[in-house]
T-cell receptor
Framework: DAKTTQPPSMDCAEGRAANLPCNHS???????VYWYRQIHSQGPQYIIH???NNETNEMASLIITEDRKSSTLILPHATLRDTAVYYC?????????????FGQGTELSVKP | NAGVTQTPKFQVLKTGQSMTLQCAQD?????MYWYRQDPGMGLRLIYY???????DKGEVPNGYNVSRLNKREFSLRLESAAPSQTSVYFC??????????FGQGTRLTVV
């Protein structure tokens, strides 16, 4: 699975968009980009995933560059409850199981 | 739905003691995982099981053993606990595809 690089921390003002970057320059054609987040000391929570196209769900949007070497998770209107560690993961999106490796993540602090 | 249930939630062990962390999921998922998270760090994969009857090492398997008892249950055993194994342990399950579901963690202290 390709390695990902994320900034260790970011701040965002409440109500503004939070844009969390992730670099994955060695990504392969069949590898998906996933995002999870971990609030305080709870178990991580799935947010969104994508392969090539931009994706949006009720939680966030995922923008993947055309060369797929980087992506950005966007929380459109960040709230204090979005304060968490956000993990970007790249792996093959198969249905056979396999490893799910987390990196260090980005600690997002949403401030009033 | 209970989702992924881990027991116990908290445990204190003395160095050299053994214990088994239990994990059960009620979502009929094929894959199950055990992670550890040290303070201020990300999650590190200890072992995983892609399907019932199979287990594989993750990033940090030393000092641990696992058993995939059936499709629902995946246990993690510490045979001789060491202070370096003080951590929060998370179990997760995944049907296949993208979304993994995590338990609430077991906070283990080895003194």
């Amino acid at each position: 699975d390709a390695k990902t690089t994320q900034p260790p921390s970011m701040d965002c003002a409440e109500g503004r968009a939070a844009n969390l970057p992730c670099n994955h320059s060695t990504i392969s054609g069949n590898e998906y980009v996933y995002w999870y987040r971990q609030i305080h000391s709870q178990g991580p929570q799935y947010i969104i995933h994508g392969l090539k196209n931009n994706e949006t769900n009720e939680m966030a949007s995922l923008i993947i560059t055309e060369d797929r070497k980087s992506s950005t998770l966007i929380l459109p209107h960040a709230t204090l409850r979005d304060t968490a560690v956000y993990y970007c993961i790249v792996r093959v999106g198969d249905n056979q199981g396999g490893k799910l490796i987390f990196g260090q993540g980005t600690e997002l602090s949403v401030k009033p | 739905n209970a989702g992924v249930t881990q027991t116990p939630k908290f445990q204190v062990l003395k160095t050299g003691q053994s214990m088994t962390l239990q994990c059960a999921q009620d979502m009929n998922h094929n894959s199950m995982y055990w992670y550890r998270q040290d303070p201020g760090m990300g999650l590190r994969l200890i072992y995983y099981s892609a399907s019932e009857g199979t287990t594989d090492k993750g990033e940090v398997p030393n000092g641990y053993n696992v058993s995939r008892l059936n499709k629902r249950e995946f246990s993690l055993r510490l045979e001789s606990a060491a202070p370096s194994q003080t951590s929060v342990y998370f179990c997760a399950s995944r049907r296949g595809g993208f979304e993994a579901f995590f338990g609430q963690g077991t906070r283990l202290t080895v003194v």
